[in-house]
């Protein structure tokens, strides 16, 4: 996980929102970053230092005088160190004093020294965002290259519904994740993964469908951005929530995803198709619920289109640059039947997995897969949480580029 190791500073400014960083660092803290905090005298005002210095176990520097009787010029040493420097929350005031290079403060010294990228996650008052300072400065930030993360709309301290509240933490660790990741190892590549089990519909209520739950190919979405990919996710419905930072595509039918994955194909360098797609639809859909009736009640089912063989027949061979991946999930024979798809499919490397165990494949949130390339000996990896598997899986890929494009 590409948290883990990474140093952190994370400022933190004098708003409400504040009691929610201390959970933002403690997230961090999880996931392997060290985290310097710096909090403003406002944010003093809002929670005390300790939280924050229990939790990273580090000090926590407010003080930019105090600092540098303590250490050589603290803000200095912190902007160096960090690999990507967070403000959560953000108030207007910090916003505005970062735009216009003001260092009166650790927090603000530090942005102007740091050459780390800025992750910023406003929050304040909906008429303080909507004014058109904020938004001008804000949008100044953006063109400089900042990542602003929400804010996101709902109740406010005020009392007020609308827009300025700190988003979720997930979504300013996942904004944190992509920064930290854009030069990765498949920066600038666009990577188009589908996921999630598709829906054949019967009638208006009812649909076939699989028990694939989407989580292997959102982890790989996930994943995907971290590794600096552009994403596109063509996902059929899943329970999961949506992806920070990707480009979502909803389909429900074998035929709605094929036609979002053959659109995109000439705009794509890297296609996972992590989907159960069907295999069979009903041949007819009726146009009201069907009613029950006395005795059997017959299905006839049509086969749907196998995208993957679509994506092959346009394929002019492993010419055109692209990296295409399969999965195989099988209950027997999973090497052979494997093989068998690898080649029958044209693709690039085929992730196997036995879906029979009862700890691998559907409904869980572990897998245990085998990658086979064209040439070359199967690998199988162990048994891993499908976060792991995906970047096993990506960092393949990254390989599989490299050796194609040099
Ligand atoms: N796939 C696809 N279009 C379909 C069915 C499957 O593109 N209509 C893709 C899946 O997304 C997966 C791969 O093909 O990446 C293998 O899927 P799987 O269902 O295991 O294989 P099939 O080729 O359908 O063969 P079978 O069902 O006979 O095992």
Redesign the pocket.
Known sequence: MILNGAHVVLGVTGGIACYKAVDLASKLVQAGATVDVIMTEGATQFVTPLPFQTITKRPVSIDMFQLLRDTDMAHISLSARADVLVIAPATANTIAKIVHGLADNLLTSTVLATTAPLVIAPAMDADMWANPVTAENVATLRRRGATIVGPGEGRLASGRIGAGRLVATEEILAAIRQTLGRNGPLAGLRVVI?AGGTQEPLDPVRHVGNRSSGRMGYALAEAARDYGAQVTLVTAPTGLPPVYGVDTVPVRT?AEM?DAVIDRLDATDVLI???????YRPAHTAEHKIKKQDGELVLRLER??????A?AKRRTGPADGKIIV?????TENLLE?ARD?LL??RLDLLVANDVSASDSGFEVATNRVTLLTPDGAPDPLPLLPKEEVAERILDRVAALWRASHG
């Open positions: 589908s074998a094929h198709m992590a989907a159960a797609v069907a295999d749907t289109v196998d995208i993957l063989a994506v399969g999965f195989a999930a099988e039947n798809k029958r499919k």
